[in-house]
């Protein structure tokens, strides 16, 4: 009877652990996800911020 008892919770905990794995793996997945998006955003902004320096610092002039 205990026997079956471990058996059973065993079961359970490899099951809960499967669970948790699969996620985890999700959470993973939507992390990088985010991060390739948040890249993509830095990447698309970075040629226009750099553009407006260079304006900026042309439009004083040097006395």
């Known amino acids: ?6 058996e059973t919770l065993n ?10 794995r699969r996620e985890v793996a999700a ?3 939507e992390v990088a996800a985010m991060r ?4 993509q ?3 698309s902004r970075r040629p226009s911020a750099t553009r ?3 304006v900026g ?3 004083q ?3």
Do not use: C, F
């Open 57 to 59: 610092s042309h439009v």
């Open 1 to 6: 009877m205990l026997a079956k008892k471990v």
């Open 27 to 29: 959470m993973e997945k």
């Open 41 to 43: 955003d830095q990447r």
């Open 52 to 54: 407006g320096a260079v």
């Open 36 to 39: 390739n998006g948040k890249d």
């Open 11 to 20: 079961k359970a905990m490899e099951v809960e652990a499967k669970k948790m």
């Open 61 to 63: 002039p040097i006395r």
